[in-house]
């Protein structure tokens, strides 16, 4: 099978806008969670915290592809122990979106349909026992692949190198089957779930006074779904890449950034957009720190609503 490589000078436009787009968006992130760790408002709110661990997770996923592109452009191949390493942190931040979105959703099913024990059921010590349950949901999917690994290869595989992609590392048929199938269950659960809350609470308004706080739930649903389509991008990137470059053979290198930056790039601008701008308590606090201002700010009350 050929061995495609661009040229010096598209290979240097490429890293760079990978490059740029990763600082852009990180800056914004990391901005996002140094608001929340600065301010008890955000830090003792369930609601908040799972939304910084989907920050956190954004920013784990962007930096190690950016990583792993800029690597595979400068040396090509990468040390098979380094790359698994590598691969298995993503995977494991890549896992932990879609739980997280669905645990989202649940909260604000509680916040919206049992408001008066919303603060009972949804306290911040119950949320970082759920964010464990996430991570250890993640290991449980991966951790086997890298236990196969260790027992089936050779040390000689482990000190050689390949192309840092997930099949190269973890070459097993019945693993791909294995991440199929769990990737599966993931999204199933997920989206039951999502439309068991959107739908619960669709039906929910009924008082006059709760009204606006029913749409905001609902649309924060629906936001929660789009982000889970685009989760989904990631378990179709070689269909999508294999259809396109049988259509444009001449284009495998091109087709391959572009799907990489639609499906692992721009998927990061959603949190900060959706819920860092949407938010108005965490948008005013946000302001002073992306413009560097030394305005002070009123301590803000808790939002009675979801985002």
């Not at 959107?198 to 006059?208: H, M």
């Amino acid at each position: 099978m050929p061995v495609y490589r661009d040229t010096l000078q598209t290979a240097i436009v490429k890293n760079v806008i990978t490059v740029v787009l990763c600082i852009s968006i990180n800056y914004v992130n990391c901005t996002l969670v140094h608001t929340f760790k600065k301010h008890q408002v955000f830090n003792m709110n369930p609601r908040y915290i799972l939304y910084i661990h989907l920050v956190i997770n954004d920013i784990i996923l962007l930096t190690l592809f950016t990583l792993i592109q800029v690597l595979s452009y400068i040396v090509f191949t990468l040390n098979v122990s380094f790359c698994i390493v590598l691969l298995t942190i993503a995977i494991f931040a890549n896992l932990n979106n879609p739980l997280t979105l669905a645990v989202m959703a649940v909260e604000c099913y509680v916040a919206i349909c049992f408001p008066l024990r919303h603060t009972q059921i949804c306290t911040a010590k119950r949320t970082y026992v759920v964010i464990g349950v996430i991570w250890m949901l993640s290991t449980l999917s991966i951790l086997p692949d890298v236990f196969v690994a260790l027992a089936t290869e050779s040390m000689e595989f482990f000190h050689s190198r390949v192309f840092c992609l997930r099949e190269n590392v973890f070459r097993k048929p019945y693993l791909t089957e294995k991440r199929d199938i769990s990737n599966t269950v993931f999204l199933v659960i997920v989206w039951l779930t999502l439309f068991y809350a959107y739908f619960r609470i669709l039906v929910s308004a009924q008082a006059a006074t709760a009204a606006t706080d029913t749409k905001k739930a609902r649309n924060t649903v629906l936001l929660h779904g789009f982000q889970l389509l685009l989760c989904m991008l990631t378990y179709v990137f070689h269909r999508m890449l294999e259809g396109l470059t049988y259509l444009f053979p001449k284009g495998v290198l091109a087709i391959r950034f572009l799907i990489s930056i639609v499906v692992q790039v721009l998927p990061r601008l959603i949190s900060p957009v959706v819920y860092g701008l949407r938010d108005k308590t965490f948008r005013k606090y946000l302001k002073r720190y992306l413009l560097c201002t030394s305005a002070n700010i009123r301590p803000q009350k808790l939002p009675k609503g979801p985002l």
